[in-house]
């Protein structure tokens, strides 16, 4: 008699005992159509509701798609400093004057654990956030930190956990975007931005303007 096909589960069975951590999923992954579709024949709206509220953790870009499509977020370290900025005064003593915030730092692991060509794609998407100079939003279910860039990666594979799973450290600052005023049309000329008029031959004076510069000169 034949053994009959067992299928592998594309994510493990965690049982829902006292000690056990639970196991977050990722709910803006991919939707599976077919398994929607059974859902909804089926009339499983407890299953829809869970697919639907599960905390969103990740890494998203400015349109708000997942930039790295991992099985799930196992940690996330977030460090915001300031500094306070102070002077000398007489007999040994300090005074305070000013506080400045200093960008922030995190560390977000991710986990994929699916099969190789899953891995490869998780491994790649990293790495090209890695080279890129778009910034990204890490969103927990409290709190979404923006302007933020992927500035370099880890990774530790150990027999313990399996020869498929695969565990990223993601490392990220935040970058302070500024801007520049632009000023056209002013009232005065001279308030305007400067513009390139390109090469420009020296000229003698007028008599208007020797006569200008030689009265300020005097």
């Known amino acids: 008699m034949p053994m009959p096909t067992i299928p592998i589960p594309e994510f493990p069975d965690v049982p ?18 077919l398994r ?55 007999q040994g003593a300090f ?19 699916r099969l190789v060509p899953f ?3 998780f491994l790649d998407q990293i790495e090209a956030a890695k080279q890129s100079t778009d910034l990204y939003k890490i969103v927990t279910p409290e709190r979404v930190y923006t302007n933020a860039n992927v500035v370099a990666y880890d990774t530790r594979r150990e027999v313990k ?14 970058i302070r975007v500024t801007a520049a005023a632009q000023f056209s049309n002013t009232q005065n000329p001279a308030s305007a931005n400067t513009a390139s008029q390109g090469q420009v031959q020296p000229q003698a004076p007028s008599t ?8 300020k000169g005097a």
């Open 36 to 90: 929607l579709a059974g859902q909804l024949l089926t009339g499983d709206l407890l299953g829809i509701l869970n697919d639907a509220l599960r905390p969103v953790w990740g890494i998203f870009n400015k349109a708000g798609k997942r930039v790295i499509s991992a099985d799930t977020v196992t940690t996330l370290e977030y460090r915001g400093d300031s500094r306070v900025s102070d002077y000398p005064q007489e």
């Open 208 to 215: 208007e303007q020797s006569a200008l510069i030689g009265s």
């Open 119 to 121: 891995r490869a794609k």
């Open 95 to 113: 005074a305070s004057y000013n506080k400045v915030q200093i960008p922030y730092e995190a560390r977000v692991q991710l986990i994929c654990g």
């Open 161 to 174: 956990d399996g020869a498929t799973l695969v565990k990223v450290n993601v490392h990220i600052e935040e």
């Open 16 to 33: 829902a005992l006292p000690g056990v951590p639970p196991v977050l999923r990722d709910p803006l992954a991919e939707v599976d159509p």
